[in-house]
């Protein structure tokens, strides 16, 4: 009996590509944390539709994790800041493994012996990602073995206009509110997508306890109501202060990949 194969799929190049190649005998898995970039369902959404004019077959399985905390079941990182008071930052990181690691991994474990194929590109032969290590799952890198580079998916994506385009302030981590952001991703979210950055600010702002002293998400940045007035106050469009290089997303192999 053949084993059932998986793509983890993040709305990145590298997975986006994965599920060109690859997609004719796998199906395809997105985790969704209830706090992804409208962006980027949108991005999701138009993969699978042209995705199934290649693959017939090809179908996109849509995950949620549910986490208990404080006596409630929440399935959203924002919900769970929310009942935890507790912002994931670089010693927690605790969004990539509840949101993104264990609901892939519980998914796969009782789907039993599998595979699940990862998008590290050939440029990236020294990391083997962030994901459980699951007996019963074959965690492969397609990519990496067969020496397909980042540009080489590009490539790919382009001649079928489903490459990945993001706003600027999607260069750092796929979430909304990532801790991983620059402030100028931050500030170009205000002003490009106020609607997701007021989300963010209003969840700070909840935050705050009886200490008295301002708790920042980031604390190399203002508070994101000034930052906000910081950004719309400037005389430039957003696309040209704010325009980075590419950049390799530090949240892992199953985020904004």
Not at 39 to 64: C, G, M, Q, S, W
Not at 131 to 147: A, D, F, V
Request: with cysteine; charged share 30%; net charge positive.
């Amino acid at each position: 009996m053949n084993k059932k194969k998986y793509i983890s799929f993040s709305g990145g190049v590298e997975s986006t590509t994965m599920c060109v190649l690859y997609g004719g005998g796998a199906k395809a898995i997105f985790c969704d944390t209830g706090w992804e970039h409208k962006a980027l369902y949108n991005h999701l959404d138009k993969t699978e539709k042209k995705l199934r004019d290649i693959h017939p077959n090809f179908e996109v399985i849509r995950i949620r994790s549910k986490v208990n905390v404080n006596r409630k079941t929440v399935d959203n990182i924002p919900d769970y800041i929310r009942e935890s008071k507790y912002y994931p930052s670089p010693m927690g990181r605790y969004c990539t493994r509840l949101f993104k690691i264990k609901p892939i991994d519980d998914f796969l474990f009782n789907v039993g012996e599998c595979e699940l194929t990862i998008g590290l590109n050939a440029n990236e032969g020294n990391r083997t990602g962030n994901h459980g290590n699951i007996k019963s799952i074959n965690y492969t890198y397609p990519l990496l073995k067969n020496g397909i580079t980042r540009d080489s998916c590009k490539e790919i994506l382009s001649k079928l206009d489903i490459i990945p385009i993001y706003p600027p302030y999607m260069s750092r981590g796929g979430c909304v509110g990532c801790f991983f952001k620059s402030k100028n991703e931050f500030k170009a979210m205000a002003v490009l997508n106020e609607k997701e950055f007021d989300s963010v600010m209003e969840l700070e702002e909840e935050m705050q306890d009886t200490r008295g002293k301002f708790y920042r998400i980031k604390q190399d940045m203002p508070r994101l109501r000034e930052l906000k007035q910081e950004a719309k106050s400037t005389l430039f469009k957003p696309e040209e202060m704010y325009l980075t290089d590419e950049i390799f997303t530090p949240c892992g192999v199953f985020c904004h990949r």
